[in-house]
Structure formats: structure tokens, C-alpha cells
């Protein structure tokens, strides 16, 4: 059934609630394409929100490969809303149409040229180059591009793909599995404003890149906030970054940290399905002068699920720790 108001040609408010929440998610407050934050326009048939400034060279591709509407001044349709919350948004459309950029390739900035901007965007859409060859979809001209249709149902099964017959390809990226990472809170963080800071955590992994709300005023800021990172085959430390946000200039770094995987991915694949076995510790990081853990960090099977709670201190600053659980989640649940 449909939600559009009657006789109005329009969705219902709760659907466009719906989509409004789904831009204020941490990985959609910037644009997919460039990082420029607060993106008020999205491609409806890809799902992914948008900068002003890409949603020019978006239109540019045609409506059979980005269809672009504002999130505020557009109509929508029940089935664009649908088609956008069924892809997740930016992180999760991200995973698939940037998981291969080839070195010397680098993704445009906020303050990159139409040109940069341009050259970046078509690859990555109308040429596909950034894709596994096999997801590759040719677009048609018909009434909903055949290239969303597909991307939306298969954008969690290429997370769970065992069986891709490129996978030897040299330099193809291979996830082996998702990490659910909740960032708790942070305390006696530094001060980078007046008297207080505005914080946000950063989370990147490879080419991916996650964030959470700002906390204003507050050097004890509270987000309790979870986000998600596909683990490629070849995987590296985690980079965390806190920062403070300033509207008129760059924001500022806080401090930073890395969180090393492998004792987390090498406990859970020992043990393969955590649902076969009772509350457990099965690993542990261990602190030491080179890492910024606080203490041993444990590593426990709770309620069949394989999860890591850890205290990192910031490194590269006066003051400040960051309280963070991880989740790891196999491609086969």
C-alpha cells in the first residue's frame, strides 16, 4: 500500500521523516563524493546525498544514471524514499562504488576544482571503474534505472560474497566482514574553543571514512553512537581522529589513536560461529608503550556475538580518552 497522502501526489510525512532521518545519520552529514558536510540534495536511483556543488556534475550524468532532488525543496516519490533507505546512504553505497580506487587515484575535497570534481565522479558512476568488474550494471532508459535496482539488492550480498569469480585479481578488494563500532563517550578531552570544544569522532579504515554527531560545548561529551566499517581482506589499523567543529574555519584535531584488528578478527574466526558457544572471553589486545590502550582490552563472546570493549588514550594531545565497543559480524550471518 501506498504512503502518499491522497489525492496530494506527494509521500506522507513519515516517510519524509524517513529520509530526514536518514540524512542526519553521521556518514550522511557530508557528501559521498567529496566530504563537503551538510549535503541538502541526494541521488534518488544511487542513495546517496550530495554537496550543491557534485549535485551539478550528478545532473550532468542524466536521470538514467543519478536521478537528483533536494531533500528539502523537492517532491518525492514513495518508492525514491524507499529506494534511498534500502541502500543505507553514503557509507554503505561508498563500500560498493568506491571499493577498488586504484592508486593515483584521489577522491575530490570539499574545496576541489568542477574539473577534479568532475573526472572523480564520472569514474566512479557513469564508468563504474571503482567497482569489482563483476558488480559492473549497465543502465537503461526505462522507468527506474536498472543500475538501482541492482546496486540496492545487492549492496549487503557483496559484503557476503564467498564465491566472486575476480576475486584474484590483482588489486581487488575483498571484504571478509563487518565491524559494528559503538563510540561511547570521551573524557577530559581538550579544549580547542574558548573554554569548551564541539567534538566528533572519525573512524577510517582503507578508503573508508565514518563519523558521529557533534556534541557541543562539552569536553565529556556523551555520543553512544554505532557505526559500520567493511573489513577488507588485506586490512590495516583502524585510524580514529577527534575533532572539534568550527563553522568558519577548519575544524581542529584533538588527538588521535589506532585500534589494531588483528586480535579481534583472529579470536572471532578461531572460534567460526559464536552462537554455538556460552558467555566467554576468547582473546585479549594487550596494552603497551606502542599502542594508546589504557588497559588490556578484552575480547568476549556475549549472547553469541563476538565483542571488544576498549579505552583508548588520544595521542598527539594535551588531555583525553575515547570509550569505544566493537562488534565483530562475519559475512555468513
Not at 45 to 50: K, R
Not at 291 to 299: F, H, K, Q, R, V
Request: with cysteine.
Amino acid at each position: 500500500m501506498s504512503n502518499r497522502v491522497p489525492g496530494s501526489g506527494r509521500p506522507s510525512g513519515g516517510n519524509m521523516r524517513k529520509l530526514k532521518e536518514l540524512m542526519h545519520q553521521s556518514d550522511n552529514r557530508t557528501c559521498a563524493d567529496c566530504g563537503a558536510p551538510d549535503p541538502k540534495w541526494a541521488s534518488a536511483n544511487i542513495g546517496v546525498f550530495l554537496c550543491l556543488k557534485c549535485c551539478g556534475v550528478h545532473r550532468s550524468l542524466g536521470t538514467h544514471i543519478s536521478k537528483v532532488l533536494s531533500v528539502t525543496l523537492d517532491d518525492w516519490s514513495d518508492e525514491e524514499i524507499e529506494s534511498m533507505i534500502e541502500v543505507g546512504g553514503n557509507s554503505s553505497a561508498n563500500s560498493i562504488y568506491e571499493a577498488f580506487i586504484p592508486d593515483g587515484i584521489t577522491k575530490p575535497g570539499a574545496d576541489s576544482s568542477h574539473e577534479q570534481r568532475s573526472k572523480f565522479i564520472r569514474s566512479k558512476y557513469e564508468l563504474q571503474e571503482f567497482l569489482k568488474p563483476s558488480l559492473r550494471i549497465v543502465s537503461l532508459n526505462t522507468g527506474r534505472s536498472s543500475l538501482q535496482t541492482s546496486i540496492s539488492r545487492k549492496i549487503m550480498d557483496t559484503f557476503r560474497s564467498t564465491s566472486d569469480t575476480s576475486r584474484n585479481h590483482e588489486g581487488m578488494v575483498e571484504f571478509i566482514g563487518l565491524l559494528k563500532i559503538k563510540v561511547l563517550k570521551g573524557t577530559n578531552l581538550a579544549i580547542r574553543d574558548m573554554l569548551s570544544s564541539d567534538p566528533y569522532v572519525v573512524l577510517q579504515l582503507g578508503q573508508q571514512k565514518v563519523q558521529t554527531k557533534v556534541v557541543t560545548s562539552n569536553l565529556n561529551p556523551v555520543w553512544d553512537e554505532e557505526l559500520m566499517l567493511s573489513v577488507p581482506q588485506q586490512f590495516g589499523a583502524i585510524k580514529l581522529q577527534v575533532f572539534d567543529y568550527d563553522t568558519f574555519s577548519a575544524d581542529d584535531i584533538m588527538g588521535e589513536a589506532e585500534i589494531d584488528l588483528q586480535p579481534l578478527i583472529t579470536s572471532a574466526t578461531a572460534f567460526g560461529d559464536a552462537g554455538m558457544f556460552a558467555n566467554m572471553q576468547i582473546g585479549k589486545w594487550l596494552k603497551s608503550h606502542d599502542n594508546a590502550l589504557i588497559d588490556d582490552s578484552i575480547i568476549n563472546i556475549i549472547d553469541g556475538k563476538v565483542k571488544q570493549e576498549m579505552s583508548l588514550k588520544l595521542q598527539n594531545v594535551e588531555s583525553g580518552e575515547v570509550d569505544l565497543e566493537v562488534e565483530w559480524l562475519p559475512l555468513d550471518q
